[in-house]
């Protein structure tokens, strides 16, 4: 059964140093969201492409988190500097589509750690 | 605009006794909703769907859901559970219209099934 990809699955940096997520969707799927999960809590939205373009990145940090989906297929979401409170599993989910009805099918995260 | 409660944060069953997890929700018109379950340090499996048509949806693992349309509910369910099913819950709210599949998921809700 094909999987989205995500990696490292974990991670520990200080604040100030730059990190960057990996996230390989389910081959086919054209949408492609990453989501911010606290602990304790659900997941948020943080940005989402169709293809290789944003539809949503309302949510996002701009001045310190940015993301990209050049060829519509991998994406990289990166965080410079990081701060104490981006603290948090960053998940990476992909749908066939992005009509209200497609389900969306999750990696399995990455726990960031900032010092 | 959408949102969806989990009104409990823990659910507490004995192996082989029902087990039923609450969502409810608030959205105009009529709504998409997804239940997910995540174990520790993982991403989100989905579970099941409501799009349209039964109001009994079957999904993965034995579990079901009832959407009820006059209580806006969506409850999981599973007739005897397992202590493999202790893990953290989620529903997710779907809008209709022109979203772009965009979900608001519950706070989640803990399930711990005791031997």
């Known amino acids: 059964e094909a999987e989205v990809a995500q990696s490292p699955r974990y991670k520990i940096t200080e604040k100030s140093q730059a990190v960057a997520f990996w996230c390989d969707p389910i081959?086919?799927?054209?949408?492609l969201y990453w989501y911010r999960q606290i602990l304790g809590q659900g997941p948020e939205l943080l940005v989402q492409f169709q293809d290789e373009s944003v539809v949503d990145d309302s949510q996002l940090p701009k001045d310190r988190f940015s993301a990209e989906r050049l060829k519509g297929v991998d994406s990289t979401l990166k965080i410079q500097p990081a701060e104490l409170g981006d603290s948090a599993m960053y998940l990476c989910?992909?749908?066939?589509?992005?009509?209200?009805?497609?389900?969306?099918?999750f990696g399995p995260g990455t726990r960031l750690t900032v010092l | 605009a959408q949102s969806v409660a989990q009104p409990e944060d823990q659910v507490n069953v004995a192996e082989g006794n029902p087990l039923t997890v609450k969502c409810t929700y608030s959205v105009s018109g009529n709504p998409y909703l997804f239940w997910y379950v995540q174990y520790p340090n993982r991403g989100l499996q989905f579970l099941l769907k409501y799009i349209t048509g039964d109001n009994l949806v079957k999904g993965s693992y034995g579990f079901e859901a009832e959407f009820n349309k006059s209580q806006t509910s969506f409850h999981l369910k599973k007739p005897s559970a397992l202590v493999s099913d202790s893990a953290l819950y989620f529903c997710?709210?779907?809008?209709?219209?022109?979203?772009?599949?965009?979900?608001?998921f519950g706070a989640g809700t803990q399930v711990v099934v005791t031997p």
């Open positions: 997710a709210v779907s809008p209709p219209g022109d979203s772009w599949g965009k979900f608001q």
């Open positions: 081959s086919g799927h054209a949408t």
């Open positions: 989910a992909s749908s066939e589509g992005a009509r209200p009805t497609d389900t969306q099918y």
